[in-house]
């Protein structure tokens, strides 16, 4: 069978070898049919992205994923650089910029606290979904489909157990979307995609 | 002479060192072996264009050693040379003791008088300054152990000319009765004696020290100020002559107070001024003084005897080869360094020619021996280069092939997981690298001075042709992961890259690329990876110049990149290029030059993305600039 959608998984971890959770998830996911996963850090460790490369790995999948820990509320720099440099003006949006239009975008970040801190009267100010509210404008300018990001909390509490099935969670996810098993309005009603049932 | 003899002298010279020293270089024997050999074949013997004025020419020319030892003592602080002292006095004097000792008791053995073994002894005793330190400074040892003990048994012995030609006629007495009117020496026609000399003598190196220390720098200004370079020149070698004159004038060795001269000043501001100015000179007299040399040698005298003369000439350099040996060992010297100075100072030298005269001129020694003796160190002088090449080629490697073979155990018993072929100064900062990150690497050079030296700081370097297969499978490349190839022969290098890839498949294979040429053959063979050398740190430069041209420090730093990258493909598609007409071209030099076109060319084409364009907001701005228009028109 031929994937409905193609996947690319954007890792941008700049510590890949010290991760406890990304590695496992990675693991999982690695090898899944009409799923790619590519290593920016890896790609480029002197943060000189070769944006035509990086332009045409956009045209060639549909949904693609930008998976990464959550560094200081917001994503390790690289990512940052990588929206920089590849969503040029009249490639991504602008007048003349649609070539990435009607794709998806899926965050599939990590964090330390867990979920009940976030957008708490006693924890953390913001929500997971108000902290990624730059990713999803973003997006959303580019004329594509900012999907509720999957996230995995409390990273440095999980067992091993734990983190197994967050990696069952995301294999789960990947090939829901890769096969668009999931209905639109279900997914978009979520708050996380980890809790839309299959 | 004739103002034509001049200039056809001079041709004959010239000429003669122009064919045979490129030869000898480009045969790998070093400079001094190719003057002695144009002096050889410009002499009485096979061309006859010169005769006996060689001689004469041999003693101004001797002058170039006053000049070297000048050059030298610039170099050389105060401070380094007290550190020296040691060496200077314990392994020069007893140098000069040792060899005085051994030869002139064979020449009493062999039938001289007591007196005539003396003066032999201490003549041969000496070795040839200028063949050693041309020769050193060619190989770029003077740094290391062997040219600093080298250079300062030469001093010691230059030192020793004094008392030497104070003593010779002495010596008379013990064989042809007593000769006293010697010991008076005449200056500038007053008679002068004893003690006189010796206040004489102190006052000249105070007043040499003195005016080097505190006056030449005022005098230099006023010379420098004239922007003249020319009569800098000439002051410059004022200075030297005039210092080697006086020194001569109270019986002091010129060359000695050249060398005291250049000390004092090797601080002095305009001593890079000075070493560029005398250079040329102390090169050309050098130069002339080794063909007079190989000009001056008898082959007559050989051709009627050369028996006697060549067990003389063996005997010679065998005994001061042994006592040097053993002396090096003595004061700590190691392996090929300590059979590299043995060498390097065992054969007679040009003060030889001048005492071995003066002897004779105050009958110490008879005509015969005297020509024969001359004829000996003349021969041990040619012979020198030779010996070295010797050294180098057969004796170096052996001795450390025999230390190779007992540590190879070790290298196998720690199976590293790296091993780096070639450990020059790129290998050298990729070693450094790796190692502070822990990794241990097995280190292959065929260079034994480097091993030397890094041994000494803690490196496990071996000594190694590491194109040999029994060298790569005694490394441990069979359990090794990765190979590092940095040597800066091309096909040394992928020779020991064919080697790996045949016998060992599984290693990765990384490898230093020295230029385009080399590129293509390692990308012909796959390797795992290469780099340029020399390209970063030249684009780092560029980064640096265009900063200073007035660009930001990032630009610049992303135009290398763009340059980088594009460097990268232009290589790629050249090699695809090549592989397409390898035939069309004809020589390496021809090759080169058109290469250095198409990269030009390719580049004018094709300058790659624009990798900033993001940054860049006009495009913007144009887009913005115009909804604000078309808003304004509706408006109205």
Request: net charge negative.
């Amino acid at each position: 069978m031929v994937p409905k959608n193609k996947i690319v998984l954007q890792v941008f971890h700049p510590v890949l070898h010290k991760s406890r959770v990304n590695r496992v998830l990675l693991e999982a996911v690695e090898g899944l049919e009409g799923v790619s996963i590519r290593y920016l850090y890896d790609l480029y460790p002197d943060y000189q992205i070769d944006v035509t490369a990086e332009q045409e790995v956009l045209l060639q999948h549909d949904i693609i994923v930008w998976q990464h820990p959550l560094y200081w509320y917001s994503s390790p720099s690289l990512l940052k650089e990588w929206l920089d440099l590849v969503l040029e003006h009249g490639f991504a949006y602008g007048k003349s910029g649609r070539a990435l239009e009607g794709k998806s975008v899926l965050s599939a970040i990590s964090s330390g606290g867990s979920r009940d801190t976030y957008g708490s009267e006693k924890g953390l100010k913001f929500s997971i979904r108000d902290l990624l509210a730059p990713f999803e404008q973003t997006v959303c300018l580019c004329r594509m489909n900012y999907l509720p990001p999957f996230v995995t909390h409390g990273t440095h509490m999980l067992r091993a157990d734990q983190i197994a099935h967050a990696a069952e969670d995301y294999v789960r996810i990947i090939e829901g979307l890769r096969d668009g098993s999931f209905s639109e309005d279900d997914i978009m009603k979520q708050k996380y995609i980890n809790d839309i049932k299959s | 002479m004739h103002e034509q003899d001049f200039f056809q002298n001079a041709l004959v010279y010239l000429l003669a060192a122009v064919i045979s020293v490129p030869i000898a270089k480009r045969l790998g024997f070093g400079s001094v072996l190719g003057y002695l050999l144009a002096g050889i074949i410009i002499g009485p013997f096979i061309m006859g264009y010169i005769g006996h004025e060689g001689e004469d020419v041999m003693h101004f020319a001797e002058f170039g050693v006053v000049m070297m030892l000048f050059l030298i003592g610039l170099e050389l602080k105060p401070n380094l040379l007290w550190g020296m002292r040691r060496s200077i006095f314990g392994l020069g004097g007893l140098q000069l003791l040792l060899t005085a000792l051994v030869i002139g008791a064979v020449a009493v053995a062999l039938g001289q008088s007591i007196g005539a073994g003396i003066a032999i002894g201490l003549t041969l005793g000496l070795s040839s300054t200028a063949i050693v330190l041309q020769t050193l400074a060619e190989k770029g040892l003077m740094k290391q152990a062997s040219g600093r003990a080298s250079f300062s048994v030469l001093l010691l012995q230059d030192i020793a000319v004094v008392p030497i030609l104070a003593l010779i006629p002495l010596l008379a007495g013990s064989s042809q009765g007593h000769n006293s009117s010697t010991e008076v020496q005449y200056i500038a026609g007053i008679e002068i004696t004893g003690w006189v000399q010796v206040a004489l003598m102190l006052t000249v190196i105070t007043g040499i020290v003195v005016v080097g220390l505190y006056l030449v720098k005022y005098f230099f200004r006023i010379i420098a100020r004239t922007g003249l370079r020319e009569i800098f020149t000439a002051a410059a070698l004022l200075l030297v002559i005039s210092t080697a004159a006086l020194m001569e004038l109270v019986g002091l060795s010129p060359a000695l107070g050249a060398f005291l001269s250049g000390v004092v000043m090797a601080n002095n501001e305009y001593r890079h001024e000075l070493e560029a100015d005398i250079e040329p000179f102390k090169g050309l007299l050098l130069g002339l003084f080794f063909i007079s040399v190989g000009a001056s040698i008898n082959f007559g005298l050989l051709g009627s005897s050369p028996g006697t003369i060549l067990s003389l000439l063996a005997a010679l350099i065998g005994i001061k080869f042994v006592v040097l040996f053993i002396l090096g060992r003595v004061f700590g010297i190691r392996g090929g360094q300590n059979t590299m100075f043995a060498f390097s100072l065992a054969q007679g030298g040009e003060f030889a020619f001048v005492l071995v005269a003066f002897s004779a001129d105050n009958g110490v020694l008879g005509p015969d021996t005297s020509a024969i003796l001359f004829l000996v160190v003349a021969l041990s002088m040619a012979v020198t280069p030779l010996l070295l090449l010797l050294n180098d080629k057969i004796i170096m490697p052996l001795v450390f092939k025999s230390e190779n073979t007992r540590e190879e155990d070790t290298i196998e018993e720690e199976e590293t997981p790296l091993i780096i072929a070639g450990f020059g100064r790129f290998g050298v900062v990729l070693g450094r690298f790796l190692i502070a990150n822990g990794m241990s690497a097995t280190i292959l050079d065929n260079n034994p001075e480097n091993i030397d030296v890094l041994r000494k700081f803690g490196f496990k370097v071996y000594y190694g042709d590491a194109s040999r297969a029994d060298l790569l499978a005694s490394a441990g490349a069979d359990k090794a992961k990765v190979l590092i190839v940095t040597v800066d022969d091309p096909q040394k290098s992928l020779k020991i890259v064919d080697q790996a890839r045949r016998n060992y498949p599984h290693l990765k294979i990384l490898v230093r690329a020295v230029n385009m040429k080399h590129s293509y053959e390692l990308l012909d063979r796959k390797v795992d990876a290469f780099e340029r050398d020399m390209l970063e740190s030249s684009l780092l430069l560029g980064i640096e110049a265009l900063t200073h041209l007035g660009y930001k420090r990032y630009q610049a730093h992303r135009l290398a990149h763009t340059f980088r990258k594009h460097a990268r493909k232009v290589l790629f598609e050249l090699h695809q290029h090549h592989q397409d007409d390898e035939k069309l071209y004809l020589s390496e030099t021809k090759r080169h030059t058109m290469e250095l076109e198409e990269i030009f060319r390719a580049e004018k084409e094709d300058s790659g993305h624009h990798l900033d364009s993001s940054w860049d907001v006009s495009s913007r701005r144009e887009e913005a600039s115009e909804l604000n228009l078309s808003a304004r028109e509706e408006s109205s």
